[in-house]
């Protein structure tokens, strides 16, 4: 906090002066530092230089970050352990706000469940056994999820499904893992990494997606040469254009712009730099490339598209998942034709199981499903099954089986689980085109 208001109010050259305090600090009033601190500012710059040399190779590799277990937690291994586990009872929990401003992913989350709950329960439900639907809401508030994980700490639920929140997936981790008690957020972007042994998510990674969007845009499509544009006021914008400019380096196809666009409140940000049409018009200088790709959200995205359509620059428009949700169709019309973006979850596909999916919901809650409700439908059945197929509803032995889960075919596409409680996903790649006068996002063939 103290090195954001540092930044905002004097700018990089006094955060710059700040941070070599310690460089000088160290050194006496000779000016010699002693051999200890030498030693470890060798090692640093010697990391330093390997990084550098590393990143010149090749891109970065994220796999590390995704696949890293939590430090410290382990859950029980042995039968030996497992058994002095107490035996869970035989209800699914589910913790979202269902009221508040969050409210929208708690109501999606609670949906998605309750019809995966009411399916298992009329085929007989889990070992014979009828299982209890048990949900808390959160209110939209970290004060409100960890009074709700203390319901279900209480209530000693098989596991917990979470809204794809940040309180709900962050707040509560510690009581969780306490108490062993397992959380499965279905939805969240946010790495799960280090939070605890007994937390999953069931999203698809951006690692994943961005690959095989860039697949097929380079060799469906045949584009050679590509321009990002950044929100810099975004923190999920920053991080996803840094995962495409990897996966562009990996691919061999050239970066020929890059775009910042930067909050009006940012100091020392001139004009430019935070107005779109400067931005957009930067393409105009030299060679127009074949796509852009935009990282920021839904709101933006369409401001973009519509500048870029009234500057002459008909380029298809690439994008994350964000763009397929949230009425892009309406809002763009034609302008959208075109558009190229990844999602985790096809509402239209003609797959079997998505159609009766989709018509179930739609029957019972008046809508369509959404990416959401998928997710929290498809982490309800691997749950279930999970409690199915285990020796025991022993946190230990749950966990095991929910790990074990390969190539599940749900909602949102065939699940494997890591060893790290993450997935392994491909996403479905879409492309605006138009049917019968409108446009609509169709799922290519091959890319879902």
């Not at 208001?5 to 941070?19: E, H, M, T, V, Y």
């Not at 034609?334 to 596909?349: E, H, L, N, Q, R």
Request: hydrophobic residues 35%.
């Amino acid at each position: 906090m103290l090195k954001t208001k540092i930044f905002r109010r004097f700018g990089w050259l006094s955060c710059l002066l700040i941070a070599s305090i310690p460089l000088l600090w160290g050194c006496g009033e000779d000016g010699k530092e002693t051999r200890e601190e030498d030693s470890k500012w060798a090692e640093r710059e010697s990391s330093f230089q390997n990084m550098i040399k590393k990143d010149k190779m090749g891109a970065m590799d994220f796999s590390s970050q995704r696949d890293s277990p939590a430090p410290e937690l382990r859950t029980a291994e042995t039968d030996e352990e497992i058994l002095k586990e107490p035996l869970r009872d035989g209800a699914l929990g589910v913790v979202g706000p269902e009221s508040g401003e969050l409210s929208d992913y708690g109501k999606k989350t609670l949906n998605g469940v309750q019809l995966a709950l009411d399916e298992v329960n009329k085929a007989g439900g889990v070992k014979g056994r009828q299982i209890e639907f048990f949900h808390k809401d959160t209110a939209s508030s970290v004060a409100g999820t960890l009074a709700a994980a203390d319901a279900m700490i209480k209530k000693n639920v098989l596991a917990i499904i979470g809204s794809p929140t940040g309180e709900v997936t962050f707040s509560a981790t510690k009581p969780l893992n306490d108490t062993r008690t397992i959380l499965i957020s279905a939805g969240t972007r946010r790495r799960i990494g280090t939070t605890g042994v007994y937390h999953f998510r069931n999203t698809q990674e951006e690692t994943a997606a961005i690959p095989e969007l860039l697949r097929y845009c380079i060799q469906e499509k045949g584009f050679k040469d590509f321009a990002v544009f950044t929100s810099m006021v975004n923190d999920f914008s920053i991080e996803l254009a840094a995962y495409i400019k990897n996966s562009l380096m990996l691919q061999g196809a050239p970066l020929s712009k890059e775009l910042f666009l930067w909050p009006e409140t940012t100091t020392y940000i001139t004009e430019e730099q935070s107005s779109i049409n400067v931005q957009v018009r930067k393409l105009k200088e030299g060679k127009i490339p074949d796509a852009f790709i935009f990282t920021g959200d839904l709101e933006e995205g369409l401001k973009v598209l519509k500048v870029l359509r009234e500057e002459g620059i008909s380029i298809p428009f690439v994008c994350g998942e964000d763009i397929v949700e949230g009425g892009f169709l309406e809002k763009a019309g034609k302008m959208g034709v075109g558009t190229i973006a990844y999602a985790g979850f096809d509402p239209d596909s003609q797959e079997p199981h998505i159609l009766k999916f989709t018509a179930d919901y739609k029957d019972r809650y008046g809508e369509k499903p959404d990416r959401i409700s998928a997710l929290a439908y498809d982490a309800a059945k691997i749950v279930l099954s999970a409690a199915e197929k285990s020796p025991s509803w022993r946190s230990g032995h749950l966990i095991k089986e929910i790990r074990a889960t390969k190539d599940f075919k749900g909602v949102t596409g065939i699940t494997t689980f890591t060893e790290s409680n993450e997935v392994v996903k491909r996403p479905t790649i879409f492309e605006v085109k138009e049917k019968d006068g409108k446009p609509q996002f169709t799922a290519m063939t091959g890319y879902r």
